[in-house]
C-alpha cells in the first residue's frame, strides 16, 4: 500500500512492563527509520534499516530497546521494562533508497504512555 | 554532524496574511536536502515542500515556498495567504547525500492563524 502503517495508535503500559510497537512500510522502501517523540517536540533518531538489516543504531538505548525487520513481517520496535520517560510518540517512516530528493513517508504514530 | 535550527518556538498570523518561518543549518556535506514538514493537532507529519542543495531555484507548492539561501545556510519557509487550518507545528529538516540517511530535525515552530 501507499501509507506507513502503525500499530497501535495508543499503547498504555505500567512502568516495568513490556511495549511492542509494529510498522508495515511501503511496499518497494528499502529504509525504515523510527524515530521518538516527546510532548510535539524533539525528533530524536532511533534506529534504521536497510531492508532486513540494522543500518544505523546510534540513537538506540540499547539497554531496554530492540528492534527488527524481519521479511514478510512489520518492523517491530519493542521495549523492555518501560519507563515513565519512554511516554512518548513513536513515529516509524519509510523511503526510497540512494536518492537525495526521496524524503521519508511516516507512519501516524503510536502513542506510549507509561504509567 | 548536521544541525537545523528554528529560533521561533511560536508565532502568530492573520488569516489571509503571509508568514515566514525560519530554520537555519549547519553541515559540512555539500549535497544535501532540506525539509519542511507540518504536524496539526491530530499528530500526523505532512510532508510540505523540498530543496536540494544544488537546486537553483527556491521550491514551491501551491502556498508554500522555500527562501532558500544557501550562503547563509538558511532555509525558511514561506506561507502566502495563511489559513485557519495551517495552524499546527512546522518542522525543518535537512538530510545528507543518500537515502539511506537519517532526517536531522528541527525543535519545530508553532503557527497559529487567528481569524
Known amino acids: 500500500g501507499e501509507e506507513v502503517a502503525q500499530t497501535p495508535k495508543h499503547l498504555v503500559r505500567g512502568e516495568g512492563q513490556k511495549a511492542k510497537l509494529y510498522c508495515a512500510p511501503i511496499k518497494g522502501h528499502s529504509y525504515v527509520f523510527w524515530y521518538q517523540q516527546v510532548l510535539k517536540n524533539e525528533f530524536k533518531f532511533l534506529i534504521s534499516?536497510?531492508?532486513?538489516?540494522?543500518?544505523?543504531e546510534t540513537g538506540m538505548p540499547k539497554e531496554r530497546f530492540s528492534a527488527k525487520c524481519l521479511p514478510n513481517s512489520p518492523c517491530s520496535l519493542e521495549i523492555q521494562a518501560t519507563k515513565l520517560e519512554d511516554s512518548a510518540v513513536y513515529f516509524c517512516?519509510?523511503?526510497?533508497?540512494?536518492?537525495?530528493?526521496?524524503?521519508?513517508?511516516f507512519g501516524s504514530g503510536t502513542r506510549l504512555t507509561v504509567v | 554532524a548536521q544541525k537545523i535550527t528554528q529560533t521561533q518556538p511560536g508565532m502568530f498570523v492573520q488569516e489571509k496574511e503571509a508568514v515566514t518561518l525560519d530554520c537555519t543549518y549547519d553541515t559540512s556535506d555539500q549535497s544535501y536536502g532540506l525539509f519542511w514538514y507540518k504536524q496539526p493537532s491530530s499528530g500526523e507529519m505532512i510532508f510540505l515542500i523540498y530543496?536540494?542543495?544544488?537546486?537553483?531555484q527556491n521550491a514551491t507548492e501551491g502556498r508554500y515556498s522555500l527562501n532558500f539561501q544557501k550562503a547563509r545556510k538558511s532555509a525558511n519557509l514561506v506561507i502566502s495567504a495563511s489559513q485557519l487550518g495551517d495552524s499546527a507545528m512546522y518542522f525543518c529538516?535537512?538530510?545528507?547525500?543518500?537515502?539511506?540517511?537519517?532526517?536531522?530535525f528541527g525543535k519545530g515552530t508553532k503557527l497559529t492563524v487567528n481569524p
Open positions: 534499516f536497510q531492508n532486513e538489516n540494522v543500518f544505523d
Open positions: 529538516a535537512m538530510r545528507p547525500q543518500g537515502g539511506s540517511e537519517k532526517l536531522v
Open positions: 530543496q536540494g542543495s544544488y537546486d537553483e
Open positions: 517512516a519509510s523511503s526510497h533508497a540512494g536518492s537525495i530528493n526521496y524524503g521519508y513517508t
